[in-house]
């Protein structure tokens, strides 16, 4: 059995000796698209067995096993002409007409894909250590699942505008509750590098997959979307080392499309999902949203686009910060909309840290369901673990902190964590839904310098948008 951990550092500082590979992100990127091949390529031997008539959609001299398996074999200059002016020209302009199910796979993984590495002789070393890996292996190939987290974990240390890795307690505990059963559609708009996904499809595939049609199907229903190269490659070589033949990922961005063209038949059951948050959209794109909904925050423009997506009855589980549930302006209209659409019958609180140490912006889980207005929220404010001041990276969340909030989930009462506001106070109050704990102390109540500056940010883009509407009346 291969030591993984060791494996992916040794890879990790021979790219840092390398002149073209600068910083985490490339490194990932570079370590992806040989991850993705080596990956395929063992997937590909599971295809051959399985039918004789198999054919690969990757021309035979450019398979993993053709070049990369032999330690003495391509090197140096030899390896660099191959890899710059075959594997990636070919691999990029792939023919996805045929009727090769995997061709749009494998040329969407290169679309946009770089070979960074400028040493051929570096290049082989890295593909060595790759070949010590046997994804054959089931023990290697969970424990490369292990690892794989810890690669994305890397990725988000150098990311920024609100992408933040969600803990896995996290993702696990939300699709717990939203609880999305065989056949449903289950889908994330703004999906990453797949963690929801995954969550997702153990879930069912721990209750209900019994047979390889109902494989099949699970396949069919987990959706995705990612706006940005490096995620979406990861989430789909993440969904293939998770045994999803072809995941039904789209390179795109969920929101440059008009609200009012999505069809009942694009519609979907479930949606879990951490939106970017703290970030702003390019220029236009919120003109794809009814006129009174119209600003270039991301969580509000998500969440519109939530209630839209989902099926009457549906459910949704997502991730927003503190600002999104004290905002006024486009953002209460946002809000009073979900109410009157959806039965917001949850807002988890969560504790400092979460997603530490990427950012410490206060957090919540809503959970809502569509088809009947909120006629009150419930509201559970998650501790910390006993003895924690916050959440950090030595000492992240798991998933049994959320047991005590799962053991209330069914048999909801008030305590000192849970607390109920109903609708007509939320009215009232101009649909903030950022309600604090009534059984906490006046002293336990002051502003942390989070809140503070997320208010702020939160008054700001009122007027950003205020300015903007008076800018345009003056034009008019």
């Keep these: 059995m291969a030591d993984i951990s060791n494996i992916v550092k040794s890879i990790q500082n021979i ?31 599971e295809f051959e067995l399985e039918s004789e008539n198999y054919k690969s959609p990757i021309p035979e001299k450019l398979r993993w096993r053709s070049w990369a398996t032999d330690d003495e074999g391509l090197t140096g200059e030899e390896l660099m002409l191959f890899i710059n002016n075959e594997l990636f020209p070919t691999l990029k302009e792939l023919d996805i007409t045929t009727s090769n199910a995997y061709a749009p796979l494998v040329k969407g993984m290169f679309e946009d894909a770089y070979n960074y590495m400028k040493s051929g002789t570096l290049l082989r070393q890295v593909v060595n250590k790759l070949e010590e890996i046997n994804f054959d292996n089931l023990s290697d190939r969970h424990l490369f699942n292990d690892m794989y987290e810890q690669i994305l974990k890397d990725l988000q240390s150098a990311g920024n505008a609100g992408e933040y890795y969600t803990p896995r307690a996290v993702t696990e505990f939300i699709v717990q509750m939203v609880d999305p059963k065989l056949g449903e559609k289950v889908f994330d708009p703004a999906c990453g590098t797949g963690g929801f996904l995954i969550s997702s499809i153990n879930h069912i595939m721990k209750s209900d997959v019994k047979t ?6 699970l396949e069919h229903t987990i959706q995705g979307i990612e706006k940005k190269q490096l995620p979406y490659m ?58 009174s909904y119209r600003t270039r925050e991301t969580a509000d423009l998500f969440l519109l686009l939530f209630i839209q997506m989902l099926k009457p009855r549906g459910r949704a589980g997502i991730v927003l910060p503190d600002g999104t549930l004290f905002g006024d302006g486009v953002t ?64 992240p969340v798991k998933l049994q902190d959320f047991d005590e909030l799962k053991s209330w989930w069914n048999d909801r009462a008030e305590n000192e964590q849970a607390y109920k506001v109903d609708i007509d106070t939320i009215k009232a109050n101009n649909f903030n839904i950022d309600v604090k704990n009534p059984h906490k102390g006046e002293e336990e109540e002051e502003l ?22 008076i800018r345009k009346e003056a034009q008019e």
């Design 15 to 45: 790219m840092r000796t390398d002149t073209g590979v600068d910083g985490d992100a490339q490194r990932i990127s570079q370590l992806v698209w040989m991850l993705f091949l080596k990956v395929f390529d063992a997937k590909e031997e």
């Design 212 to 217: 390889a049609e109902d494989k099949k199907t």
């Design 234 to 291: 990861l989430c789909l070589t993440n969904l293939i080392l998770h045994d999803i033949e072809t995941p039904n990922i789209r390179h795109d961005n969920s929101l440059s499309y008009p609200l009012k063209d999505i069809t009942p038949n694009e519609r979907v059951d479930c949606i879990v999902a951490n939106p970017p948050f703290g970030g702003t959209e390019e220029q236009g794109i919120e003109n794809n949203f009814p006129a």
């Design 332 to 395: 209460a209209r946002i809000k009073e909309k979900l109410l009157g659409e959806c039965n917001l019958h949850t807002i988890v609180r969560l504790p400092n840290g979460i997603f530490a140490p990427y950012t410490d912006i206060n957090t919540n889980l809503l959970f809502f369901t569509k088809g009947e207005p909120t006629k009150e929220i419930w509201y559970y404010e998650q501790p910390l673990p006993q003895g924690y001041k916050k959440y950090t990276k030595t000492k």
């Design 448 to 469: 942390t310098t989070n809140e503070i500056i997320d208010k702020i940010e939160a008054s700001m883009s009122k007027s950003v948008e205020l300015l903007e509407q």
